[in-house]
């Protein structure tokens, strides 16, 4: 007959072995704590750039199996899809529900239909819950207006699709506390993005802060939303970085980008557990700013944990 002793040591080894194979999608790892299990997964960590490599801006937290996405660029339901695939259950397409967007420009937008169409004749069967800047509730409006065609026959014609699982509930959002349930609370802050209003997010989540910049140069508040969070996501723009077809990219990298060397001062200043570099300028083939020279900038004043963020990664 087995000692107590024995059974609880073959009961860790089964916790430990159940807590491992829940990681095995991950990239890099955090320890999840008793109390809860937040993944990041990052499902496009592109630019404007059609970059097969690099999907457009979303951003998922999953706390619990419960998907939680920031933005939505081109490519974000097959981008959830193949994290599914890759072992992030909570990203079933059709569990999509919940979704904030960081600014209403268009790479980090133009998926909103793919969210809502997508996971609709995918088996959403509840709605889609939207929080953004104001403008959000608009676009949603002329979204849905510009597929009614689509809409009119899934639903009239011998598909018979239920539209319930059409629903979208879009909310434009002032700053501050903007959703809440039993797995996270969400903070929206106002970032430093140019002529547009852009927010961040910090998810408080049972086991994690994460907190995610969308674009935006260095900004107070996302310096005081971020003190000592867990993980920190955010956007870069090398200074070797310079597009063709913008003459006045410098003075407007100043207003709505941030530099390696920036983002090292701004990581010095929080101090994250953990800074993933994402939406980072690449530059163009034959002239690509490689993420050995984003890490080198970056370590150049930073000490900190930092990684380049790829899609897909899980951390
Ligand atoms: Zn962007
Ligand atoms: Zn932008």
Redesign the pocket.
Known sequence: MRSRGQLLRALGVIIWLVVVSSYSAAGQQLPATVAGHTQTVLLGTGTPRADPQRSGPATAVVVNGTPYLVDAGPGIARRAAAAYDKGVKGLAVANLQTAFIT?L?S??TVGYPDLIFTTWVQGRNRPLKVYGPPGIEAMTKYIMLAWQVDIDVRTKGLERRDAAGLAVEAHDVKPGLIYQDSSVKVTAFPVS?GE?L?YGYRFQTPDRTVVISG?TSPSPALINSCPKCDVLIHEAFSEDYMPADMPNWLQYRQK?HTTPTQLAEIANQTQPGLLIVYHRGVGVPGREISDEQYLAEIRRTYRGRVVIGQDLDVY
Do not use: F
């Open positions: 600014h420009h790479d980090h993005h547009l852009a674009d709505y």
